[in-house]
Each structure stands twice: as C-alpha cells, then as structure tokens.
C-alpha cells in the first residue's frame, strides 16, 4: 500500500481501529517492509503497555518487533534525530503533545506510522487520537470480528465494569464487538449495576 520513500519527504499514517483487530500487527508489517529497506528506523511504544512483553512490541497473534519504551512524547523527539522513519504503538495511551511531535517529525522530513485505538471502552474518542486522525495524510481503519453476531466489529467491550479510561488486558477483560453487540452489552452493564445498587439499599 506505501512505497518506501526514496526522499526526504515527511508525512503521518494512522492505523486505528478497535481491539483485536490488528493494528499492532499492520504496523509491524510496515516496518519490518521499511528494515528490509535498510532505512533508519525508530520503534516506540507507551512505558505503561507491558501485556505482552517489557519492550518489544508485540502483537495478539505473536508478532513482535524490538522497541523503545518512552514516558513521554517529548522523548520521541529527542530520539529521532537522523530517522527516516518513527512507529509508536498504542499511540492512545501517550499524552496530548503526542500530535505535535507527529507533525513536527513529518516536517523534518519523517514518514510517522502510527498504530492505536480510536475509541475507548465506552465508544468515545481516545486520548489524542482525533487529533492525530485529523492531521495524517493516510488512515487506515481496520475491523475485528464481533464475538456475539459475527459482524464487523468496531468497538472494543469491557467485561468487567470500571471506570478508569486505561485498563490494560487482552481477552481476559476485552471483547471486539460491533456497534449493535457493544450498546446491547452497555445497557446490559448499566442494568445490572442499577440491581445491585438497589439490592445494596434494600
């Protein structure tokens, strides 16, 4: 789909989609297209994404890449001097400075490739990834299946109910439904959250 670049021409490409549905593991075809390139290359991913593996990123099917795990979007910066190509991972997680690092690194000449969630567990925009989307020249959205009716899947279900916004885990916690499944599967949380409260009072 993308040509290695041949000059030094910088853009953002954004792989995005629900979990499960493959966006670490396009993200790590790309590079690895790009290492056969004998390019220079940059592999980033969020401190806190340690599921799978301390350091290297690592897809749901065991797909993995050696990367570099930073604390902050400003650290990407500092590392990318001389880069031809940048991939941060679950690029979500990261903070909101995250889309001016993309666009300065483009503009220094860098092909960015990005990979994360565009929505969260309760189907909102993630973290910085609007901005991001808004900004990329390319976007690619990929699907999962949906575990209840088989469908496409856009949206990724919590099992359990919490309200933190960042709740690491695979399919333990996780379930890739589609947008039918995952409101179904909201209002049935919500209900049964509104029996046991009642069940606590009585």
């Not at 301390?54 to 795990?69: N, Q, R």
């Not at 940048?86 to 997680?93: L, N, P, S």
């Not at 390319?138 to 709740?167: D, M, N, P, W």
Request: aromatic share 6%.
């Amino acid at each position: 789909m993308f040509l290695e670049p041949q000059a030094k021409k910088g853009w953002i490409e954004v792989v995005c989609g629900s979990m499960f549905s493959g966006k670490t593991e396009e993200l790590i075809r790309r590079l690895k297209r790009a290492q056969i390139a004998n390019l220079n290359i940059l592999i980033v991913k969020p401190k806190i994404d340690v599921r799978y593996d301390e350091k290297d990123i690592v897809s749901h099917d065991a797909s993995s890449i050696p990367s570099i795990p930073v604390q902050s979007s400003q650290d990407i910066l500092e590392m990318a001097e001389g880069m031809d190509i940048v991939g941060v991972d679950e690029v979500q997680f990261f903070d909101e400075g995250i889309t001016q690092v993309c666009e300065q690194l483009a503009l220094q000449g860098c092909r960015v490739i990005v990979a994360g969630l565009d929505m969260d567990y309760t189907g909102k925009p993630f973290g910085p990834m609007p901005q991001i989307l808004a900004v990329a020249e390319y976007v690619t959205k990929l699907h999962a299946i949906c575990v209840q009716c088989g469908y496409l899947a856009s949206h990724s279900f919590r099992k359990i109910k919490t309200s933190q916004q960042i709740e690491l885990g695979s399919q333990d916690i996780y379930e890739a439904r589609c947008r039918i499944c995952f409101d179904e599967g909201q209002r049935q949380q919500e209900a049964m959250l509104r029996e046991r409260q009642h069940t606590s009072s009585n």
